[in-house]
């Protein structure tokens, strides 16, 4: 394939993690040490209830604001949900979906998935689809094909001209930090094996081109340490960032790293 140069795209998922006032001060700080930053795009997903506060703090910055997670009808009566035309009110560009912990934890299925997704693109608020397989479906060498179930399901009845929406987390479920030090992350050789399968099964969804255009995220403990090895891979076009997203400190040495 003939990849263009992408411009890397590093996002942080803060997940269930900081009041309203750590967040907004989070941002401040980030804003200042990221300023001078014109060759990456970077983003920031706090939670639901720091968007608003947060964006006015990113606003006219080169920082991008996203969510953490999306419901699939525009309004009505689902108590507790929040729509995609809400998330861009508060200045969303982008929304996660799909997180391996959502799946999980909440029991989304690639249908749900799916249906969030083409929501999104109708909205056009841009997608973040996470994908990615358990130790256990590594081990019995099944990963691949979840993986390829994970998009041909989540990318379903999705059009090749509103692929320019979407962008792809190769995010192993083993790798993913969950606070835990221990976790290993995928080994940089590993991860852009998968990230080339991710592209090929793009490829053959949609056509050579589409799938040159996507871009690809790592996510699973990536950390200042290792942001460098894993960005030197062909198909690896940004991160997305768990536990090391956290401290300003460490965001910045990530988006500064490569
Ligand atoms: C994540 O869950 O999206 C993630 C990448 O987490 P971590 O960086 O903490 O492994």
Same mark, same amino acid.
Not at 35 to 49: G, Q, R, T, Y
Not at 123 to 144: M, P, T, W, Y
């Given at each position: 394939m003939n990849m263009k140069k992408m411009v890397p795209l590093i996002a942080a998922n803060w997940k269930l993690n900081k009041t309203l006032e750590e967040a907004v001060d989070a941002a401040s700080m980030m804003k200042i040490m990221l300023?001078?930053?014109?060759?990456?795009?970077?983003?920031?997903?706090?939670?639901? +209830?720091?968007?608003? *506060?947060v964006y006015n703090v990113i606003k006219g910055s080169n920082i991008m604001l996203g969510a953490q997670d999306v419901f699939w009808e525009e309004k009505g009566a689902f108590t507790g949900e929040v729509s995609p035309m809400m998330l861009k009110d508060v200045g969303c560009s982008y929304v +996660?979906?799909?997180?391996?912990?959502?799946? !999980?934890?909440?029991? !989304? $299925?690639?249908?749900? #998935?799916?249906k969030k997704v083409r929501l999104c693109i109708a909205?056009?608020?841009?997608?973040?689809?996470?994908?990615?397989?358990?130790?256990? *479906?590594? *081990?019995?060498? #099944?990963?691949?094909d979840f993986v390829e179930k994970e998009l041909e399901e989540g990318l379903a009845r999705v059009k090749r001209e509103d692929m320019k929406h979407i962008t792809i987390a190769y995010e192993p479920i083993w790798a993913i930090?969950?606070?835990?030090?221990?976790?290993?992350?995928? $080994? &940089?050789?590993?991860? *852009? !094996?998968?990230? &080339?399968?991710?592209?090929k099964t793009l490829a053959n969804m949609f056509d050579d081109k589409t799938a040159d255009s996507v871009r690809i995220l790592y996510g699973g403990s990536m950390k200042p340490d290792n942001v460098k090895e894993l960005m030197a891979k062909k198909d690896i076009n940004g991160g997305l960032v768990g536990g090391a997203s956290l401290e300003p400190e460490s965001f910045a040495r990530i988006v500064k790293g490569f």
């Open positions: 300023s001078d930053v014109k060759d990456k795009e970077i983003l920031i997903c706090p939670p639901f +209830i720091a968007l608003a *506060q +996660i979906i799909g997180h391996s912990e959502r799946r !999980e934890y909440f029991k !989304e $299925t690639n249908e749900a #998935v799916n909205d056009e608020l841009n997608a973040i689809l996470c994908v990615g397989e358990s130790f256990e *479906q590594r *081990q019995k060498k #099944v990963h691949k930090s969950s606070g835990d030090p221990n976790h290993k992350p995928a $080994t &940089a050789k590993d991860a *852009q !094996e998968m990230h &080339a399968f991710i592209r």
